[in-house]
């Protein structure tokens, strides 16, 4: 993953802290954070990280869409989002990641989020499989949207995903870090500046960057 440096290391400092030094969160009852919310522009790397930190913490890693748990059927959506926990439970340590939240937290009394009372009842059941979550089953929640203002806002209250991380579009350095590990497979011409590239694109997400570099390697 290039740049985001800041970014990694506050997640990698927020997973293994209360492994690293358990004896001292007991001594002072401190709780760890059950979960984190990534938020910022479109395409600047926030499930690509996700995954990244979880092979950096040697965890499982359980990635699931929002729109995906919505269901037609009456119950089933609630149904969808207690069996994905208890996967979780049962794949501990892991780390669980929801992408596009938005699409499935809206504000309860809103009407969104799957309509009326059935869109409430699955933010009800979010709620409720995050606060059952136990420190012993070492399941952590992170979940990421382009859209943080779209959330019921209960979801990031402390003790739920109270951790907020914001990724931004990449500065010069991340640029070129993006740069080099989008081309670090491809043979590159002698006379190829990337850092003059990076300049160039300044304003640009990671992802931008990336289909820079593959429509460059088709033509």
Do not use: H
């Amino acid at each position: 993953v290039g740049g985001l440096l800041d970014v990694k290391r506050e997640m990698t400092e927020t997973l293994q802290y209360p492994l690293k030094f358990a004896s001292k969160y007991a001594r002072y009852g401190l709780q760890p954070s059950k979960g984190m919310l990534l938020y910022g522009p479109s395409g600047c790397g926030k499930t690509l990280v996700a995954k990244a930190i979880a092979n950096e913490v040697r965890s499982n890693f359980i990635s699931v869409k929002g729109p995906e748990l919505l269901s037609m059927w009456f119950g089933e959506s609630e149904s969808n989002v207690r069996e994905l926990f208890n996967k979780a439970r049962g794949a501990a340590p892991c780390i669980l990641f929801f992408d596009e939240i938005d699409s499935i937290a809206k504000p309860r009394g809103s009407g969104q989020s799957g309509g009326g009372e059935a869109g409430d009842r699955i933010v009800n059941q979010i709620l409720t499989e995050i606060d059952g979550v136990g420190a012993k089953k070492a399941v952590f929640i992170i979940a990421a949207t382009n859209r943080p203002d779209m959330l019921d806002s209960a979801i990031m209250r402390p003790g739920r995903l109270d951790q907020l991380v914001y990724l931004p579009l990449p500065d010069l350095d991340s640029r070129v870090s993006i740069f080099s590990s989008a081309t670090r497979k491809s043979p590159l011409a002698a006379d190829v500046d990337v850092r003059a590239m990076a300049e160039a694109t300044d304003g640009f997400s990671g992802a931008d960057i990336t289909e820079i570099c593959q429509r460059a390697c088709k033509l």
